[in-house]
């Protein structure tokens, strides 16, 4: 069975703190993504993670991964209240081409 | 282009009746998706199509869903009868397939049976 696990599930931060949350997934994968939900929005895509070793930067949010270690990581830089919302690793692979497989998300919440 | 459409936004049904959700892909996608959002269970895929044929439906809960895709601009999504344990939101997404970059959701259905 697919699995993607994803901690911490819920993260309380400082503004200007750095954190990572981490994504592991349990079989060969080939493309990995992250995810943002807002409450009561839809999913918006973030990143594409194509390949071993791949990183992406957008603002204060960098994603990378490492298919070795069947692991993902999105690090927060410098974080800020906008950056609060739900965010979900998503892999895509294995016998199952076009199936995305979700992890549990985790509920990011800024503080002053 | 206008992303994947859903509707409607929100339904509210009494149990034991039918309900329909309807989502229209980005054109040229070729992979459909629907998805159900719970706090529960989290995002759980129900069914995907590939040009509009079934590929996966080992998601779909029980005989009560059904889906089709007459054609590449259009899906459904049936529940007959609902039950209160189907309130959830279901989204629908598209694709290019396995190569593709990204895959796009929709703004989801809020479905609530009472």
């Known amino acids: 069975e697919l699995k993607v696990e994803q901690n911490p599930l819920f993260l309380s931060m400082q503004e200007g703190k750095n954190y990572t949350i981490y994504c592991n997934y349990s079989t060969t994968s080939d493309r990995l993504y992250w995810y943002r939900q807002d409450p009561g929005k839809s999913l918006e895509s973030l990143f594409v993670?194509?390949?071993?070793?791949a990183v992406k930067q957008e603002g204060r949010l960098m994603a990378s991964l490492d298919t070795k270690a069947r692991l993902s990581t999105l690090h927060i830089t410098a974080a800020v209240h906008d950056l609060s919302a739900t965010y979900f690793c998503?892999?895509?692979?294995?016998?199952?081409?076009?199936?995305?497989?979700f992890g549990q998300g985790t509920i990011l919440t800024v503080h002053p | 282009d206008a992303g994947v459409i859903q509707s409607p936004r929100h339904e509210v049904t009494e149990m034991g009746q039918e309900v329909t959700l309807r989502c229209k892909p980005i054109s040229g996608h070729d992979y459909l998706f629907w998805y159900r959002q719970t706090m529960m269970r989290g995002l759980e895929l129900l069914i995907y199509f590939n040009n509009n044929v079934p590929i996966d439906d080992s998601g779909m809960p029980e005989d009560r869903f059904s889906a089709k895709m007459p054609n590449a601009s259009f899906s459904t999504l049936k529940i007959q009868p609902s039950e209160p344990r189907d309130s959830a939101v279901y989204f629908c997404?598209?694709?290019?397939?396995?190569?593709?970059?990204?895959?796009?959701f929709g703004s989801g259905t809020r479905l609530t049976v009472v």
């Open positions: 997404a598209s694709s290019l397939g396995p190569g593709a970059r990204g895959y796009t």
């Open positions: 993670l194509l390949s071993n070793g």
């Open positions: 998503a892999f895509a692979g294995g016998t199952s081409y076009g199936k995305l497989t």
